[in-house]
């Protein structure tokens, strides 16, 4: 098992943006991503195609230039559903991810990581390299595989695919930002995102969010890349193809109920070999068989961890104060079901709200909290995640 350095997450202001109804590319959110990344510690932004292009984009990468996962590079664009001429071709689609039918919940933010593109001398920093540069031809930065562009990054970046980070609300035709906006968790290797239209607002499903990076941890060596092994990953969450979605469960359901109508559903998910309209897929690069993998997560259910877990003993926190964090097992969704990894310095919690800071009895950061609204009285007892300063299941 690989043993990765320890991370240290970081997390920044929630930037609103106006409720972008400017067509099937809007650039507000873009441009809230932008900001948002300018103001952050651990990531950059390298090329920002919003004002100035047909079919904008927007490229980030880690601020590191020697460590060995620099050759990242997290991709966003806006566009509608991929059965629409301004929608990404199905062809770039991450598996299981296309968004052909859901044309009620265009336009889109698609997110997709190409974790190799810095060794794409040229090419690192742009996208749709297939694109035409002539007369009657489509402009450079064309990402509209099979209508004006060609392949999105080369194939040695080892690009996802899209997948949707945040759809408009059903038959808006909006991505709302207005009441609530965007803010980033980051850390040296790995970037998460949030969206919603009202943060402080249980009822509302205009929810998304996306996290890519080194968000793995391998099992085997074979399946990892470099050394110290790291497994490159990605995850969306949107609301995409259905109203009443959002990625988080609302109860408390065991550990052991994995229903699909209480947990498999709910981000990151599991058993979603179809396009069920449930966006909370998530995939790892193997490198063991060069391709991306879609997964599925065991989720240790840890309801002990709550607002007080720093301070309070419980049946995982040992005589010495150390608080057990369950690690969140990943497979192979389809056969042979292979054991990948498990998530990098994240665990599923218990009665927590979004942007929850947890804190040593010194005061210390331990992490931070996500769910899906920072409306403590409303989402108290509801489960999410706690992205934590700890390197291993401890």
């Given amino acids: 098992m690989a043993q990765l350095p320890q991370l240290y997450w970081k997390m920044g202001d929630i930037r ?22 300018v103001s952050a510690s651990y990531w ?7 004002g100035s292009s047909s079919y904008p984009s927007l490229i980030v990468a880690p601020t590191s230039t020697t460590a060995s996962y620099t050759d990242m590079r997290i991709v966003f664009i806006t566009g509608d559903a991929t059965s629409q001429t301004e929608g990404p071709h199905v062809s770039d689609m991450a598996t299981n991810c296309t968004t052909a039918t859901w044309t009620s919940y265009d336009p889109m933010l698609y997110v997709g990581i190409a974790p190799f593109a810095g060794e794409c001398t040229g090419h690192e920093n742009y996208i749709a390299t297939g694109s035409l540069d002539g007369s009657g031809g489509p402009a450079p930065g064309d990402w509209r595989h099979g209508i004006g562009g060609g392949a999105i990054y080369p194939v040695r970046a080892r690009f996802s695919g899209w997948m949707s980070a945040h ?3 059903n038959g808006s035709h909006q991505l709302k930002g207005g009441g609530g906006g965007v803010f980033l968790i980051e850390n040296a290797e790995m970037l998460y995102g949030q969206f919603s239209e009202d943060f402080g607002s249980y009822n509302k499903n205009e929810v998304g969010l996306f996290m890519a990076g080194a ?15 790291r497994m490159f990953g990605i995850a ?10 959002t990625p988080f469960r609302t109860s408390n359901d065991p550990p052991t109920d994995i229903d699909a109508s209480s947990d498999v ?5 599991s058993n979603t070999a179809t396009n069920d309209g449930y966006g909370n897929r998530h995939f790892c690069w193997d490198s063991g068989s060069l391709a991306w993998v879609q997964l599925q997560t065991l989720k240790h259910f840890s309801d002990e961890i709550a607002d007080e877990f720093t301070t309070d003993y419980n049946a995982f926190r040992a005589g010495d104060g150390t608080q057990v964090l369950l690690p969140l097992h990943v497979f192979q969704n389809s056969t042979p079901h292979t054991a990948m990894g498990y998530w990098r310095q994240m665990t599923q919690c218990a009665g927590v709200y979004t942007r929850k800071i947890m804190r040593a009895p010194d005061g210390t950061v331990e992490g931070f909290c996500i769910q899906k609204t920072h409306d403590r009285s409303a989402t108290f007892t509801s489960p999410g995640y706690f992205l934590h300063n700890q390197k291993s299941f401890t």
């Avoid at 109804?21 to 900001?35: D, K």
């Avoid at 968000?215 to 092994?229: K, L, N, Q, R």
């Avoid at 559903?265 to 998910?269: C, E, I, L, M, N």
Wanted: glycine share 12%.
């Fill in 16 to 37: 609103s943006f106006t409720n972008d109804s400017a067509g099937s590319h809007p650039v507000n959110i873009l441009t809230a991503i932008s900001q948002s990344v």
């Fill in 44 to 50: 950059k932004v390298v090329n920002d195609a919003i």
């Fill in 167 to 169: 759809a408009s609300a």
């Fill in 215 to 229: 968000v793995f941890v391998p099992y085997s060596t074979t399946a990892s890349h470099g050394s110290p092994g």
């Fill in 236 to 245: 969306q969450g949107s609301d995409v193809g259905s109203s009443g979605y």
């Fill in 265 to 269: 559903r709910f981000w990151p998910g």
